[in-house]
Nanobody
Framework: QVQLVESGGGLVQAGGSLRLSCAAS????????MGWFRQAPGKERDFVAA????????DYADSVKGRFTISGDNAKNTVYLQMSSLQPEDTAVYYC????????????????WGQGTQVTVSS
């Protein structure tokens, strides 16, 4: 049983930073792709960032490039999303997700999802 548990969300002022964590368990993830998605109220769930466990490849949505950084700790089976220069438009529920190879950033290709963590950015 694959389990993804996010943490680290909260309320932050515009310009601030947060680091989200996603602890993965239930299988060996070495060949998996890990992603972060977000869903604002009334909107679809959108891609934010993705990484291969060996860190060899990362991708970011244009809206977060230069502000967000995805990374992974293989020893802890944990993926992080460091978010800086946060803006009110970053307010959303952030979801961690996992998929088997091949690499991809399309939401429907991800098989496993966490429960989400709320990020609220005040102006």
């Amino acid at each position: 049983q694959v389990q993804l548990v996010e943490s680290g969300g909260g309320l932050v002022q515009a310009g601030g930073s947060l680091r989200l964590s996603c602890a993965a368990s239930g299988r060996t993830f070495s060949s998996y792709v890990m992603g972060w998605f977000r869903q604002a109220p009334g909107k679809e769930r959108d891609f934010v960032a993705a990484i291969t466990w060996n860190g060899g490849r990362t991708d970011y949505a244009d809206s977060v490039k230069g502000r967000f950084t995805i990374s992974g700790d293989n020893a802890k089976n944990t993926v992080y999303l460091q978010m800086s220069s946060l803006q009110p438009e970053d307010t959303a529920v952030y979801y961690c997700a996992a998929k088997a190879s091949p690499y991809g950033t399309i939401r429907r290709s991800y098989n496993y999802w966490g429960q989400g963590t709320q990020v609220t950015v005040s102006s």
